[in-house]
C-alpha cells in the first residue's frame, strides 16, 4: 500500500472518484483506523464517534469478537456464491429467524441496504401479483433506480426516477404536520391517509407500503405510537404487504428491542436489514415468513450475497448484542442522551425538534421558531465545529437541517456526557 499523506489522499481521491462521492467537512476527514467509539485519522487526530459510519458500527470500531469470527473465517474460506452453502450463512439464517419478530424465518442475502429493499418488493409483487409500491414521503431507501425512485426525498433522487407503479403517502412528520394538525389532536391523519392515496391513485390493489420505522435521513421522523397499526391495517385492506426497513434501526439501535419495529406491535410481512447487521462488513437482507417466501422459488442469485467472512461477522455481532445485553445498554444511555439533548433544546433557539429513540437521535435546526425554516447552513457549520471540538455527528433531513446522532450501542454514559460536551461547546461557537 502507498502511504499517501493526508493532501495526496484528498487530491487523488478528487482526480479518481465520482464527484457525486460526496464527502463531508470543508476538509475531508482521511481515516487511519478505529477502535471502539473511537476514530484516528491520518495525521492522528482522535475523534468520539457519535456517526458510526451512518448507523453501521453499532458494537464499536474493530469489535474484537466480531475481528476474531472475520480473521477465523478469512483462513478458512471467503467466497462460495449463493450456489453453495457455507456454515456461516446457515448459521446467520437461523439466527435472523429467531430474533426478527412475528413469523419472519427465510432470508435472502444482498450486499447493501438497497438491494435488499429492491429484493423485498420484488418478492411482494410476486407474491401479491400486483406491481403498485407505495412509500412515504421524506423516505430514504438506496440508489437502485427501484430505490432510488422510491425514495421521497428530492436531493437523493437525482437521474431517472422512473419506475412508474410507485405513490407516495404522508410520514408522521408532526414537528411540520402537512395536515397543520398537532399529535393531541390530529387522530393520526397522516397514516389515515394511506387510504386517500389508494383509493385515488391506484387500482385499488397493491403490492405493499415500504416504510422505515424511523425515517433516518428524512430526518429522524419518528412515528407516533399508533402510526404503524393503522398503516398496516389499511395496507392489509387493500391486499398489500408491509415491507418494514430496518436498514438503519435495526440490532438495538432503538433501544430495548432488536428492530424498532417491535416498539409499535406490528409485525411486518417482510423486513429488510444491513448497516448494523455485521458491524461493518458488506451484507444486507430480507427476510419474510415462510408462506410469502415460498412463491419465490424461481432461481435467483446473489454472487457476493451470503458471503462467509460477512456472514461470519454478522453471526458474531449478533452474539456480541445478546452476551454484553446491549438492547438494555442502548435504552437506557439513550434515556440519558435524550434527557441532554432536551436540555440543549432549553439552552439554543436553533433547535426547534428533539427526536428519536434509544442511540438514535436527530436536532432539528432552525432559523426561527415560528416560521421553522430550516437551518441547513448552520446544520453543516455544527457538524464542522463538532468535528473542531473532536466529535462526529451526521447531517440528515430532507433539507438537510437535521443534525444526526447515533453512538455505538455499547456507549458509556461518561462518553453520552463528553459528546453532549462538545456538542453543547460547538452550539456556543455557532453564530
Ligand atoms: N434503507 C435505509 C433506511 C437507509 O438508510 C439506507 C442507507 N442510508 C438504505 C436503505 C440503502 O442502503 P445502502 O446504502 O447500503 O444501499
Known sequence: MKEYNKEELISKYKEYLMPSVHTS??????????????????????????????MVVISGHCNEKVTKAVSDQIQKLQHSTSFFINRPVVELAE???????????????????????????????????????????????????????????????????????????PSAYCYRCPFNATPENCDVVCANYLNEVIQT????????????????????????????????????????????DEVQTGFGRTGGKMFAIEHYGVEPDIMTMAKGLANGFAIGAFISEQEIASCFAGPSVSTFGGNPVSAAAAVANIEYIEENDILTNSE????????????????YSIIGDVRGRGLYWGL???????????????????????????????????????????????ITEDRIGEGIEMLDLAFSRLK
Open 25 to 54: 467537512f470543508s476538509e475531508p476527514l482521511c481515516l487511519e483506523r478505529g477502535e471502539g467509539e473511537f476514530l484516528y485519522d491520518v495525521d492522528g487526530n482522535k475523534y468520539l464517534d457519535f456517526y458510526t459510519g451512518i
Open 95 to 169: 439466527k435472523l429467524a429467531e430474533i426478527t419478530p412475528g413469523k419472519l424465518k427465510q432470508s435472502f442475502f444482498v450486499n447493501s441496504g438497497s438491494e435488499a429493499v429492491e429484493g423485498a418488493i420484488n418478492l411482494a409483487q410476486i407474491y401479491t401479483k400486483n406491481n403498485t409500491v407505495i412509500g412515504l414521503q421524506h423516505g430514504y431507501h438506496g440508489r437502485t433506480l427501484l430505490t432510488k425512485t422510491l425514495t421521497a426525498i428530492s436531493a437523493w433522487r437525482q437521474g431517472a426516477t422512473n419506475i412508474s407503479d410507485i405513490r407516495y403517502t
Open 364 to 410: 432539528e435546526l432552525v432559523k426561527d421558531k415560528k416560521t421553522k425554516e430550516p437551518a441547513w447552513e448552520e446544520a453543516e457549520r455544527m457538524t464542522q465545529l463538532c468535528k473542531d471540538e473532536g466529535l462526529i455527528i451526521g447531517q440528515s433531513g430532507s433539507w438537510f437541517h437535521v443534525l444526526r446522532l447515533g453512538p455505538p450501542l455499547n
Open 201 to 244: 391513485q391506484t387500482s385499488g390493489e397493491i403490492a405493499c407500503v415500504v416504510a422505515e420505522t424511523i425515517q433516518g435521513v428524512g430526518g429522524l421522523i419518528t412515528p407516533p405510537k399508533d402510526y404503524f397499526k393503522i398503516l398496516t391495517e389499511i395496507t392489509k385492506r387493500y391486499g398489500g404487504l408491509l415491507i418494514i
Open 332 to 347: 437506557r444511555m439513550g434515556s440519558i442522551l435524550k434527557e441532554k439533548l432536551l436540555q440543549l433544546k432549553e439552552k
